[in-house]
């Protein structure tokens, strides 16, 4: 490919709303341009590594026996229906809906499972069909709260995603595992670094779900993990134990005290310095919303802990949890934000605590009155034993559930998502096969997503420098940049080679991209080569009339070899088939 074909300017700065690297060196090396918040235009760069990206899905879900088809984007609102599901999308925000011109309501699908279900309960008739997966490479629409860092947060973006139907929940399991396998594959191959974590299933449902992660700093998921233990979780579902207990105290009569102004557990401990947090009880009021009503939740939490929403709305099995405003804490607690206490709640408050409380006694918490706070308090004396569930954010340096190795907090980037959906979707929506003695059973399912088009954010968030971008060679635009010092005439030794090396290397399926722009200076090739980041370079400059060149690898191109142009092309196909990106041979057509 010549670079002078190539309807590409790089740019000196960066988009004003570019918060991460993969963003910013991507808008800059014209890979991406932004049409509106959330929705890109993909350059041709771009998508030649999307188009790598397919290529290793497709092989690795083809290598494991799943089959490829295309759902559309479009969909009814009545399947949605059917399965549970549309309220809760339109209660979030995330569904992009409409009517169209004869007033049916219609959705632009965010995830497959309604339109996947729908098709196998008429398609899937008798035991001897199954099991079966199958998936697409589709475009998803999520009218995200906010869509960011470029690709990887996008309101239309690329998902892999498929989907596993089994006889029974065993079968299902098989499924799930033989995909977290050819997931683990996927990433490999793509050249990245990951961690598996537990994952809370959201929205989607199911019990079991498992998410890839690539490790990097920029990642926007926190995930707490044990390299002693292998333990690793998405913060929002991590199981912990808490390492400092509380401590044991004497049993004295509740108190009362004025605590004029003290709203917080910093505050209340310069009040009290003899009172640890681990002997203080928060109360955190949630307004709740439920598929048929909304109410406030009242959470009890020690006072060195922090509450997990996520966890938070699995045990009510609401829709959505968000802290309560102002007036409705002063409604239900009859005091200024601050001072809520577990006693003397109204009824409509259901009060639920975390564990973390549990053997936590002769507390402090609010007394439901303006500056004043309640001591010495103790469950089961002072008020009734609450309702103990796991509602607890981990933090660095907790325990492991099983006590044996410490938490330590590291950040990711959810690239992958697998799920055991069970019979949810099928009860719901009546997919039914024949079983093998004759009676009507559901199948059991499993999902699967990769976000492809994040991937691609996500192996630059992995890998880049102060000078750009450093593609992984499985899925780099192009896998060799020949880059030509002097191109268009002004030195012919050099023209002559570098189209020779440029044609060799695509008679023997490696595909290279030749700088071979005329009137641009060395310095600015440099500089757009290293922006590029195309993994394997050699430069065709003053030793082209004995028939060298510079060999260099984008990850330290300092590094520099002078070498035979015959040997740059074996390397390169070397590497090439070693990555497994060996194409087929092509022959050029002159230009
Ligand atoms: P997130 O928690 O990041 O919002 P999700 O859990 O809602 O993602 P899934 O429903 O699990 O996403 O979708 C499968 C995969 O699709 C994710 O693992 C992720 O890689 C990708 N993905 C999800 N949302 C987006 C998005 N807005 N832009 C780009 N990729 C996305
Ligand atoms: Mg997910």
Redesign the pocket.
Known sequence: MYQSHLPVTTLREEPADAEVPSHALMARAGFLQKLVS?VYVYGPMLWRVIRRIETIVREEHDRAGCVEMLMPALQPMELWVESGRWDRYVQDGILFHFRDRKGSEMCLGP?HEEVVTDYARRMIQSWRQLPVTVYQIQT?F?D?IR?RFG?????E?L?K?AYSFDADEEGMRESYSRMREVYKNVFHRCGLRFTIVHADS?S?GGSTSE??MVDAVTG??AIAVCEETGYSANVETARFRIPNPPPEVEERPMRREATPGAKSCEQLRELFPEVPLEQMVKTVLYHVTWPDREGLVAVLIRGDREVNEVKLANHLLALKVELADEDEIRRVTGAEPGFAGPIGLPEEVRVVADGSVQGVCGFLCGANVTDEHLLDVWFGRDLPEPEIADLGMVQEGDLTPDGKGVIRITRGI????VFQLGTKYSDAMNAVYTSRNGHQRPLWMGCY???V??IAAAAIEQNHDEHGMIWPLPIAPYAVHVVELKSGGKDPAEDLLASRIHDELEARGVDVLWDDRGNVSPGVKFKDADLIGIPLRIVVGRDAHEGKVEWSLRTDPRDKETIPWEEAVERAVAACREAGRLGAPRTPVPV
């Open positions: 959330g995830t998803k999520r995200e869509p690709l990887m947060r996008g309101r973006f998902m995603d959201g989607i998410e890839f926007e998921d959810e690239v992958g998502h997503g990769i976000g088009s994040r």
